[in-house]
């Protein structure tokens, strides 16, 4: 396992997601609202290299954010 300890990979947390014309993505600015098609209890997804591969919660304590592993998920999707 020590071969692969300095190994680096890219965590990414899906909160949701929404489909948008580029002529949409083109008129927004700053403060822009995006809905999501998720609720606040919806659980996210963590991708590694863009591959799900577990979900869980996000959690708010302070000014700080986390993600709380909640499930791992198959090969398979």
Same mark, same amino acid.
């Given at each position: !396992?020590?071969? %692969? #300890?300095?190994?680096? /990979?890219q965590? $990414? +947390? /899906?909160? &949701?997601? @929404? =489909?948008? @014309?580029?002529? =949409? +993505?083109?008129?927004m600015?700053? &403060? @822009?609202m995006?809905? %999501?098609?998720?609720?606040?209890?919806?659980p $996210?997804?963590?991708? /590694?290299?863009?591959v #799900? +591969? #577990?979900?869980? *919660? +996000?959690? /708010?304590? &302070?000014? *700080? !954010?986390t993600?709380? %592993?909640?499930?791992?998920l198959?090969?398979? &999707?």
């Open positions: !396992m020590t071969a %692969l #300890a300095g190994v680096q /990979v965590l $990414s +947390v /899906v909160l &949701g997601s @929404t =489909q948008l @014309t580029i002529r =949409q +993505v083109l008129k600015g700053r &403060g @822009t995006i809905p %999501l098609d998720c609720g606040c209890d919806d $996210s997804e963590l991708h /590694v290299n863009g #799900a +591969v #577990a979900r869980g *919660r +996000v959690q /708010v304590k &302070g000014d *700080r !954010m993600f709380e %592993l909640g499930e791992m198959s090969r398979n &999707g």
